[in-house]
């Protein structure tokens, strides 16, 4: 038995995007400001999160914006964002829309790691940077898909991609990318928010609980 042909090629590959604001010092003061007037240890007990209180766990904290009023325009920005990438990747937005479901705060002490995780089942999930002390810590994505069958033939094809943070700086990707950040060695703590988007039917999107407010 002789070969004849022997193809090889690379599927799939996965798209993120790394979008820049301008202009955005007033927002990210205000977004600064509001998030220092949230009495967490209140807000904690109020959501039922009662082993949080008294905790200063202040990562992965569900936000609203009636809590940070000025997180609507990266809400907002966010939204536009995934229209645009949804229109790109052809997505049928005729019979379907995206909402943005979620949004949350990281706020991250020196010396703090954010583990690997992702956000699935969410379509699109994004970061943006608030307040990026130097060395604060790099958002990393991981190729970690399970059924791997053996590490990449091509040298060009990277395991594990760093994004560095940036004040005004949105990343957007797929909701189950694997992701973690790196150790903030600023000094200082990080502030960054979260959203997650989701393409849904627009007979059914309406029905859909969000968690923060302000959309419609
Ligand atoms: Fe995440």
Redo the contacts with the bound molecule.
């Keep these: 038995m002789k070969i004849a042909n022997v193809e090889s090629d690379v599927l799939f590959p996965v798209p993120f995007w790394v979008i820049d604001f301008d202009g955005v010092e007033n927002i990210n003061r205000a977004i600064l400001q509001e998030i220092d007037r949230i009495d967490w240890d209140a807000e904690h007990q109020r959501r039922g999160l009662k082993h949080l209180v008294n905790s200063r766990h202040q990562e992965d904290v569900f936000i609203t914006t009636e809590l940070v009023p000025s997180a609507k325009q990266v809400v907002d920005a966010f939204g536009h964002s995934c229209l645009e990438i949804g229109r790109e990747l052809g997505w049928d937005l005729e019979h379907n829309e995206i909402r943005v479901l979620e949004l949350w705060a990281h706020i991250t002490a020196p010396g703090k790691v954010?583990q690997t995780?992702d956000?699935a089942p969410s379509h699109l999930?994004c970061?943006y940077y608030v307040t990026t002390p130097q060395d604060c810590g790099e958002l990393h994505f991981k190729e970690d898909r399970k059924q791997r069958a053996s590490e990449p033939a091509s040298p060009n094809l990277r395991q594990d991609v760093a994004v560095q943070p940036k004040e005004g700086r949105m990343v957007i990707f797929p909701g189950w990318l694997s992701?973690y950040v790196s150790e903030n060695r600023s000094g200082q703590r990080r502030v960054s928010l979260?959203c997650n988007a989701d393409l849904m039917p627009k007979a059914l999107s309406h029905a859909v609980e969000i968690s923060y407010a302000g959309q419609k």
Excluded: C, I, L
């Design positions: 954010t995780h956000h999930s970061a992701h979260s």
